[in-house]
């Protein structure tokens, strides 16, 4: 068969290759980038469905509108609401996870040869995305506090991308979380540049201590212009559920009407039936609690997994304390390469996912990506074990 070019720009995905591995007896695994599915609040979830279904069958077992459920846009303005961003029913969409969001944004904005700028690393499906659709993707260095705006900038100047894509707030897989000052000058960047910001926000909700700062969506209400040049993607796959598969997207309205117009051809609508639920979740007042116990587990990991990595690997392994999220990005010392520890941690029953495919341009080998979401203390105490074994 002849597929279409666009097919030769991308490759799959080097981590679902890894899961090919992962089912030898024993094995333990930092490599997926889940949540735990032992902290699902499955209760509320069901008793969410059971209403739902119950009081008005015909209509979440319809088709709908493709902009979303509106009880779902209604709670999910709420819900942004408490997070200080100001955002009305309407001027959201509902999506089929955040991932069809950056999947909508590649398709309404860009054209073959088009610049878009990522952060050194990211979330390899955005490469992915955005590659399929033509992109000339441009790598911009991040530190501990996110992406380098001074660097960021010369960039957007030289190059006068599409877009720029961040993930701010404990991104996957560097788990940065970007200063309040560098997101309010990107603000002004987007505004005197005419830029459009993608901030991709799943992880958010996930922090260990004091609260991160407000989301750029949220400070954008007081940097003149910049909620022009902004776009933003929520889920609730690593909050709530990723089987429910609702997230949302808001935007400017042109670019939310051309991406709803999209989505009209892509899915019809995301699943009435999963949107009803959430949208009653989301009134039960039930998320908060359930947040709490994934934050408290989550911290105590990444806790766990700081000291294991200190104890077995010593001066091999640099990393800096993630203050949220679900990931630790390391770097091997002395140039080891992080592929063929992987191969060796393979051996040894323990997986990761080495960080050359999170760079769009220029990898570095000697990174990689551990997940401490889905492992409990013991596990992750072995399994980092068998990582200092298999130096």
């Not at 969409?93 to 969001?101: M, N």
């Not at 039960?284 to 000291?307: D, F, I, S």
Request: proline residues 6%.
């Amino acid at each position: 068969m002849q597929f279409a070019d666009r097919l030769k720009n991308v490759e799959t995905s080097a981590i679902r290759e890894l899961f090919k591995l992962l089912g030898k007896p024993g094995i333990i695994s930092f490599a997926g980038g889940f949540p735990d599915p032992a902290l699902f609040d499955a209760e509320g979830i069901r008793i969410a469905a059971d209403e739902v279904l119950t009081k008005n069958p015909g209509a979440v077992l319809q088709y709908g509108a493709t902009e979303g459920w509106q009880p779902l846009r209604e709670q999910l303005s709420v819900f942004m609401k408490g997070k200080g961003a100001t955002v009305a029913p309407d001027g959201l969409i509902v999506t089929t996870g955040s991932q069809q969001a950056l999947d909508l944004i590649g398709k309404t904005m860009i054209s073959p040869g088009d610049k878009v700028i990522v952060e050194a690393p990211t979330f390899l499906a955005t490469i992915q995305c955005f590659r399929l659709y033509g992109a000339d993707i441009i790598s911009a260095p991040i530190d501990a506090h996110g992406v380098q705006v001074d660097t960021l900038e010369k960039l957007i100047l030289e190059h006068k991308p599409k877009l720029v894509y961040l993930i701010p707030t404990f991104g996957n897989p560097s788990g940065a979380m970007l200063s309040l000052e560098r997101r309010k000058r990107i603000l002004e960047i987007a505004a005197q540049t005419k830029t459009l910001i993608v901030e991709d926000d799943p992880y958010g909700e996930l922090y260990f201590g004091a609260p991160p700062p407000p989301s750029m969506l949220a400070l954008s209400d007081h940097i003149p212009g910049s909620r022009d040049w902004l776009a933003h993607c929520g889920s609730l796959s690593k909050v709530l559920s990723p089987g429910l598969r609702v997230g949302w997207m808001i935007a400017p309205p042109a670019l939310l009407a051309s991406a709803t117009m999209c989505k009209q051809f892509s899915d019809a609508h995301t699943s009435n039936l999963t949107q009803a639920t959430a949208a009653h979740y989301l009134t039960m007042n039930r998320m908060e609690g359930a947040l709490n116990v994934v934050r408290k587990t989550y911290a105590e990991r990444a806790q766990v997994m700081a000291a294991s990595l200190r104890k077995e690997l010593g001066n091999a392994i640099e990393f800096n304390q993630p203050q949220g999220g679900m990931f630790f990005w390391t770097k091997l010392t002395e140039g080891r390469n992080a592929n063929d520890f992987a191969k060796r941690a393979i051996d040894k029953l323990v997986a990761f996912v080495p960080g050359a495919p999170f760079f769009a341009t220029n990898p570095d080998l000697s990174t990689l990506r551990l997940s401490f979401a889905t492992a409990d203390l013991a596990r992750i105490e072995e399994g980092v074990a068998r990582l200092g074994k298999a130096l």
